[in-house]
């Protein structure tokens, strides 16, 4: 199904790693829209946009012939800003309207996808395989995508995902943890 788009990103010169570092931009732009204001737009720009654009440039990659471990790398990277983005400006959004329960759930939340990304990171640096877990993240983009896009309809919707995200990342963070401990010992 994406052949078609990719072949055409192709033919326009765009390269993989241009589409990885787009991607990641328009989820700053989606971030800057939630903090002012905007959550259902902001979630509209990650989830119509550039979550598409994030989705593209592994095939791209392999279309073209460019994977390269650098390229994976980037990706990676740029998978933790654009997700910050993201969280930062509902932050953002919390604190301008006195909710400070929220703004911590957020930083919780932050934290707890930084650590589900970290705990697999670590284990594959000591030559482990640790894809296992409750929420991934496809997860953690869905969980934010139905937040945002349900604001105009239930605006209780940010709160409820901002915290179901800090709890459910670190459970998944707490797995892998435990997961690598039974493996490595």
Do not use: H
Request: aromatic share 12%.
């Amino acid at each position: 199904m994406i052949d078609p788009v990719v072949n055409a990103l192709a033919k326009l010169g765009v390269t993989p790693n241009g589409l990885t570092v787009f991607g990641a931009l328009l989820n700053v732009v989606a971030g800057a829209l939630i903090a002012l204001g905007q959550p259902f737009w902001g979630g509209v720009m990650m989830t119509v946009i550039a979550m598409p654009a994030d989705a593209l440039d592994g095939s791209l990659a392999r279309a073209t012939g460019r994977q390269t471990k650098f390229g994976g790398f980037l990706d990676s990277v740029l998978d933790r800003f654009a997700e910050g983005a993201i969280l930062l400006g509902m932050a953002w959004w919390f604190l301008q309207r006195g909710d400070a329960t929220s703004t911590w759930a957020c930083f919780f939340a932050l934290l707890g996808s930084i650590m589900v990304s970290y705990t697999r990171a670590r284990a594959e640096g000591l030559g482990l395989e640790c894809k296992v877990g409750l929420f991934s993240r496809f997860g953690r983009f869905v969980l934010i995508a139905l937040g945002l896009l349900a604001y105009p309809l239930f605006p209780q919707s940010l709160v409820v995902m901002i915290w179901a995200l800090a709890v459910l990342s670190t459970f998944t963070a707490i797995q892998r943890i435990v997961y690598v401990y039974r493996i490595a010992e």
